[in-house]
Structure formats: C-alpha cells, structure tokens
C-alpha cells in the first residue's frame, strides 16, 4: 500500500511540475511580446509625431504661399518661418524650448518667441530659401530629423482655361 501511495505522489509531483514549466514559458511568452508590443507602439508614434509635424508645416506654407506671403526672419533669438498675405497680421512658426510654436500677431508687434502657441514636441527647425525651393528641417524629440522642401508658387499666376 506504501508503494501505491508514493507512486500517486510522484504522478501528483510530475503533473505538478509540468504544469509549472507550461505556466513558465507561457509568462515568458507574454512577456516577450509585451516588449515587441511596445517597442513598436515606441516606433509608430515617433513615425506619426514627424509626419504631423512635417504635414503640418507643408500646410501652414501653403495655405500662405501668395506673392511675399513666405518669409524667413530672425524672431528673437530663433529663426521663423513667417507666412502673412502682405497684410499687417503675420503667422509665425518656429521652435522654443522644445517645442514647435505658432504665434499670429501683428507684424510690427513686440511679442517674443515664449509669447507662442506650442503645436508639438521638437527640438529645432533649420530654415532655408533659395528662389523658390523653401527647404524646412525639424528634429524632433528622439534626435530623428525630417526634411521638406516645397518649391513656392509666390507670385505665380494660376490661369484656368475657359471650357469651350
């Protein structure tokens, strides 16, 4: 009778640790997922922060790209983006402590670079024009850079061509 005990509580101790094994690899399973899950949850969103940025700039521009309407001037210590229609009201768009930032005032007015609405995280925004191709660079918080370059239509007449 012994014997038939001790054999039911080694069929019991290897059940037991087989079930603890399964359990083991099952964690180490989900786990290991859990880190792929989130590193590529890290990439999609750094990826969709440099898309929207860029989109969003690419619309600010084009929405003002009209004769003289696409500048590039220093604004106290940084260096802007300013999109006006030649009137006295000027969007300006540049990068402050961290952040890209949008401020629209008077043109003539005396507001600094803090003064500004914060669109989104970035650490600098390099700005170039030559002619017509505005060349924008934004870095963004991960140190990750993203170009645009937009060949301006200031100044261009757009005819339409009357149906015949």
């Known amino acids: 009778m012994k014997r038939s005990q001790i054999k039911h509580h080694i069929d019991g101790l290897l059940a037991l640790l087989v079930f603890?094994?399964?359990?083991?690899?099952v964690?180490?399973?989900?786990?290991t997922g859990a880190r792929a899950y989130r590193r590529l949850t890290d990439r999609?969103?750094?990826?969709?922060?440099?898309?929207?940025?860029?989109?969003?700039?690419?619309?600010?521009?084009?929405q003002a790209d009209s004769l003289e309407g696409v500048a590039i001037e220093e604004f106290g210590d940084v260096t802007?983006?300013?999109?006006?229609?030649?009137?006295?009201y000027v969007t300006r768009v540049y990068c402050c402590?961290?952040?890209?930032?949008?401020?629209?005032s008077d043109a003539l007015s005396e507001f600094t670079p803090a003064d500004g609405e914060r669109v989104m995280e970035a650490e600098e925004m390099d700005l170039s024009l030559s002619?017509?191709?505005l060349t924008v660079t934004v870095t963004g918080k991960e140190g990750a850079s993203s170009t645009l370059q937009l060949c301006l239509r200031s100044g261009e007449r757009v005819e339409k061509e009357a149906a015949a």
């Open 20 to 25: 603890g094994v399964f359990a083991a690899c």
């Open 27 to 31: 964690l180490a399973v989900l786990l």
């Open 44 to 62: 999609d969103q750094a990826a969709y922060d440099e898309r929207t940025c860029m989109q969003y700039v690419a619309a600010r521009i084009r």
């Open 80 to 88: 802007a983006l300013v999109l006006g229609d030649g009137g006295d």
């Open 97 to 104: 402590d961290g952040y890209l930032m949008e401020l629209y």
């Open 131 to 133: 002619e017509r191709l």
